[in-house]
Every structure is written in C-alpha cells, then in structure tokens.
C-alpha cells in the first residue's frame, strides 16, 4: 500500500509582516525587545504592532485563521525549517488516552488544509470583493458554516472557502459588521484598492504596451476625483481630474478638526501645489535629478543655488522654490520639500527628522502658513507665470 506524502507545510506568502511579528511573539515566546533588536526599531513599535493583532482576535475568522497559523507556525519552529520555504510538513502527533496507546479521536487535520495559498486568495477576491463591492452586500459566516456566503439582502450571489475568507479578515480586505450567532463582514478600504490592482494586473496582462504593464500597484493608491483649475487668461474654471491620494496635503485637506473645519485650507494646499508645480518644472530637461540636498537640514549649505547648465530645468521655476525654501528656514522648509515636492507620506518624513509620532501634520501647516505668506509678499497673492 502507498503512502501518500502530506502537503507542503509553509507559511502562506500573503500573511502581513504585522502578523509574522504576532506568531514570533506568541508561539515561538519570542519577547519584545528581542524582535526589537533583531529589526532595529523601538520596542514600543513592535508591541503596537504585536496588540494591534491580539486586539483583533474578537473577529471570529481573524481568530480562526491565527489559531491555524499559529499552530503551523509552532509546528515550523519546533522543528527547526523556515517559515517562508516550502518542505515536508511535519503532521502532529493524536492524542492518546491515559490508559493506554490506543487513539482517543481521529488524528488532528493538518494545519495548511485549512490555510489558503496567495495565488488562491488573489484569485477568489477578484470574484468576492467584487460582489461586495455591490450596494447592500455582505459576507455572513456562522460557526457551523464550512463556507462563506456573500448576501445582496436575501439574494446569495457568490460562495467562497472559509479558509479564504479567513484571508480576507487578515488582510483586512473585510470588516467585522456584526457577531453573534451569524457573524457579518462588508468590504474595507484596504479591500477595495486591493481589488482595484488585481483588476489592474489583469488588465496589463492583457494590454500590449510596456508602460500599462508598469500600474497595477500604483492603481490600488490611487483615488479619483475632480477640482476647478482656472488657467491663466482664463475667467471660467475648468474641471480636472486627478488623483486625490497622490500628495499628503490632499489627505491632510479630507481630515477635520473638532469643530468640523477643514486641516488644511484650501488656500494653504493651494500654496503646497504652487510649489510642487514649480519644482516639478524645476527639474525639466535632459538632467532630471537636481540637487535639492543643499535646502535641507542635513545640507551643508543654505545659501545659493547653483543651476545645472541651460537645459537642467526652468531657471525661473527654480529660483522660485530656491526663494520658497530660503524663507522657510530649517525644519519647515524640510517639511514642505519632503512632502509637497518629494510626495514623502509624513510618517516617513517624522522618520528621517528625528520627530515625535504625529507631530509632522501639525509642521506642515505651519510651514503652509508661512509659504502661503511668501506667496502673497513675493506676489501680491497671484500665482506667478508658469516656467
């Protein structure tokens, strides 16, 4: 008689960094400051990110599937293999009785049996996360369940794997709406970008040009939307379409303050795209990347600026940000520069400066402000000529 070799046991490739970090923590005993040490990051970064897990355990699949992880993960460690390479699981061992040798139950279904793989998980949201994204749909699961059942109010549209469901919940492609003896899940933010690049990849595998080939993860960041754009010589507005998620300021504007009022003001991100506007002319020409190094902290030299020859860029455009940033001064002039021109999202910015968590948004407005100024004293408020 043939025995049939077990399945590759392996760490699925979808699971989140956050999470590997958990199962280390909880399975392997693994303390806070040790994975601190091994990544070098503070201890308090690790454990938000070890109780962001834990936290959510209260969700029925994001329990379900973190007590198979964990299981496969303690199964992995104890005999020593890596998580992130496939090899030959190892199957544990059935309970036996105190009296004797005999099995008290079936042996213990292997872990990885109920653990999807990413090229199933990838494939099963491009079908679900697109029914829920459909107005009233839902995904319901209940204890009893081996499947997961997407609603559209009576309507069953679509069945998927629990296993895969449970992917969905950890990825955080869906949310917890209600729990009880039917739990209900609608799709998230992060689901909705997610479906948006596998959209976009399949699209590009379909597409012949080089350049649609090179989108499909930047698809999944972007949010559409439109503004007036009053062009100079122009008395009648115009819509324009852009990206909503491509600057910080644009995310800093959609934010409110106690009292309802916008973060930032109109007239302060307007300032910020001035900027930006100028430094991306700045940097026109067959020399793309100019040296802005000079206008931050870590500069050497605040003073001049020197152009990179006749075709670098537009001399005006630059002699216009070298101004901005000349005005500003050290810190706020870091700020702005990392995060109007470079689009750097303000945590890393926080990160390269040395500053306190959450502490940038409320520098980029002053810096704002304080460009906003330049603007009307250099200006008399009006956008100077392009180029």
């Known amino acids: 008689m043939t025995v049939m070799n077990p399945p590759p046991a392996v760490l699925p490739a979808w699971l989140p960094e956050n999470l590997r970090l958990y199962l280390r923590h909880v399975e392997e005993g693994l303390s806070i400051r040790a994975l601190a040490r091994e990544l070098d990051c503070h201890a308090s970064t690790i454990l938000r990110k070890v109780r962001a897990f834990e936290n959510r355990r209260d969700d029925p699949l994001v329990d379900e599937a973190l007590t198979g992880l964990g299981a496969l993960h303690l199964q992995l460690a104890r005999a020593g293999l890596p998580q992130d390479r496939p090899h030959l699981s190892i199957i544990p061992q059935p309970i036996t009785s105190q009296e004797g040798n005999r099995p008290m139950s079936a ?62 919940a950890v990825k955080d492609w869906i949310g917890l709406k209600t729990t009880g003896r039917v739990s209900t899940y609608e799709i998230t933010g992060a689901g909705r970008s997610a479906l948006k690049r596998l959209l976009a990849e399949d699209q590009s595998a379909r597409a012949d040009g080089f350049a649609e080939a090179q989108t499909p993860f ?23 379409r852009y990206n909503l998620a491509e600057s910080p300021l644009d995310v ?63 001399s005006k455009a630059r002699e216009r940000v ?48 304080r460009l906003k100024r330049h603007y009307d004293e250099a200006y008399g408020g009006k956008a100077p000529l392009i180029g």
Not at 149 to 165: E, F, N
Request: some cysteine; glycine content about 10%.
């Open 107 to 168: 042996p213990l279904r292997h872990p990885a049996a109920a653990i999807a793989d990413a090229a199933t998980v990838d494939r099963e949201a491009r079908r679900i996360l697109r029914r829920l994204c459909e107005i009233g749909a839902m995904l319901v699961v209940a204890p009893e369940m081996e499947k997961a059942v997407v609603l559209k109010g009576s309507t069953r549209t679509a069945v998927v794997d629990r296993a895969v469901a449970q992917a969905f």
């Open 322 to 369: 070298a101004a901005a940033l000349r005005d500003l001064g050290p810190g706020l002039g870091d700020m702005v520069l990392r995060c109007c021109c470079f689009l750097e999202g303000l945590e890393a910015a926080e990160k390269r400066m040395g500053w306190s968590a959450r502490s940038g948004k409320i520098v980029l407005r002053i810096a704002l402000q």
């Open 252 to 314: 800093l504007a959609r934010r409110r303050e106690k009292d309802g009022s916008p973060f930032l003001t109109p007239d302060l991100v307007g300032a910020g795209e001035r900027l930006r506007e100028d430094f991306e002319l700045a940097q026109m020409g067959p020399r793309v990347a100019q040296n802005w190094d000079r206008f931050l902290t870590a500069g050497a030299d605040r003073g001049g600026f020197s152009a990179g020859g006749p075709e670098s860029g537009s």
């Open 218 to 240: 930047g698809e999944q960041h972007r949010l559409w939307g439109e503004r007036a754009v009053t062009e100079p010589g122009s008395r009648t507005p115009r819509r324009m």
